[in-house]
């Protein structure tokens, strides 16, 4: 069993006084703060940091004014100080979709994704999470792997029904990516209570490693999180009972719920 981060927005929102409009900025502009969220996770138990790039991108950095490789370099180099433990290059989908569907072209996705791959030196391995387009998804499982030659982990992320929003079941999202990743789940969108039959369908669709990192339970109206550490650890170790063998937290989580989850899964 390997126990991941939680939340870097979350955290972000709680410790940033200011936070920019490219938040992944901070890794050049503020790195000790970025580093001493990456501790406390260290701290609280996580073996592997995901690195504060998730929105990071060539179209953001041309956009944000900022250098692509070096924002990277910046970013792998912050979750390194913060301890002896794993740094994954964390990627998350471009927000648009791929021709037909949408306006950007498979050749510019691919490129995209493939600079990512070219930044991610000094990173431990690659982290695709919160997909929801199995085509993006793919594209993106492929450029990265080839570009980094790093080892390959890929999240999708579902809606209550177990779906999704493109319509890809667990089964789905294990057949597009398994060939490349080297271990593959869900993340986000869903609290560990309701993460847990998607596991199990992930665990009956492939013989890859399971991830699973949910929120902090299920939002209310205002997108507030009320689900107490000491819960979201013991939902989060039936997840690893279901099989998952890569826990974490995603939204609404903190150092808490990691240390919480930590000892859960160590009793």
Same mark, same amino acid.
């Given at each position: 069993m390997?126990? #991941?981060?939680?939340?870097?927005?979350?955290m972000i929102?709680a410790?940033?006084?200011e936070?920019?409009?490219?938040?992944?900025?901070?890794?050049l502009?503020?790195p000790?703060a970025?580093t001493a969220?990456?501790r406390?996770?260290v701290e609280?138990g996580?073996e592997?940091?995901?690195t504060n790039t998730?929105?990071? =991108?060539?179209?953001?950095a041309?956009? !944000?004014g900022y /250098?692509?490789?070096?924002?990277v370099?910046a970013?792998?180099a =912050?979750?390194?100080?913060?301890g =002896?433990?794993?740094?994954? #290059?964390?990627v998350?989908p471009l927000?648009e979709?791929?021709?037909?569907?949408?306006? #950007?072209s498979?050749?510019?996705a691919?490129a995209?994704?493939?600079?990512?791959?070219q930044a +991610?030196k000094g990173?431990d391995?690659?982290?695709?999470?919160?997909m929801a387009d #199995?085509?993006e998804?793919?594209i993106a499982?492929?450029? %990265?792997?080839?570009?980094?030659?790093?080892p390959?982990?890929a999240?999708?992320?579902f +809606?209550?029904?177990g779906?999704?929003?493109t319509? +890809?079941?667990?089964?789905?999202a294990?057949?597009?990516v398994e060939?490349i990743?080297?271990?593959?789940?869900? =993340?986000?969108?869903?609290?560990?209570?309701?993460? %847990?039959?998607?596991?199990r369908?992930?665990?009956a669709?492939? /013989?890859?490693?399971?991830?699973?990192?949910?929120?902090? !339970?299920m939002?209310?109206? %205002?997108?507030?999180? +009320?689900?107490?550490?000491? /819960?979201?650890?013991k939902?989060?170790?039936?997840?690893?009972?279901?099989?998952?063998e890569?826990?974490? !937290?995603?939204c609404?989580?903190?150092?808490?719920?990691i240390?919480?989850?930590k000892?859960?899964?160590r009793?």
């Open positions: 390997t126990i #991941l981060d939680g939340a870097m927005g979350t929102q410790t940033v006084a936070i920019p409009k490219y938040a992944e900025t901070l890794n502009t503020a000790e970025i969220i990456h406390r996770y609280a996580s592997i940091l995901c998730f929105t990071c =991108n060539s179209r953001r041309k956009a !944000g /250098d692509l490789e070096e924002l370099a970013a792998i =912050n979750a390194r100080r913060a =002896n433990v794993r740094v994954a #290059l964390d998350g927000g979709f791929i021709e037909p569907y949408g306006d #950007l498979e050749e510019d691919r995209i994704f493939r600079a990512l791959g +991610a990173a391995l690659v982290y695709i999470e919160t #199995l085509r998804a793919r499982a492929e450029e %990265l792997k080839s570009a980094s030659g790093l390959l982990f999240t999708f992320t +809606a209550r029904a779906k999704t929003i319509g +890809a079941t667990p089964t789905d294990a057949k597009a060939d990743a080297d271990a593959l789940g869900l =993340n986000c969108s869903l609290g560990p209570v309701e993460a %847990l039959p998607l596991v369908e992930f665990r669709a492939t /013989d890859k490693p399971i991830i699973a990192k949910a929120n902090a !339970g939002p209310d109206s %205002l997108g507030n999180y +009320a689900m107490s550490p000491a /819960d979201f650890a939902a989060a170790a039936a997840l690893a009972a279901a099989g998952a890569y826990i974490g !937290g995603c609404g989580t903190t150092p808490e719920f240390s919480a989850l000892a859960a899964l009793r």
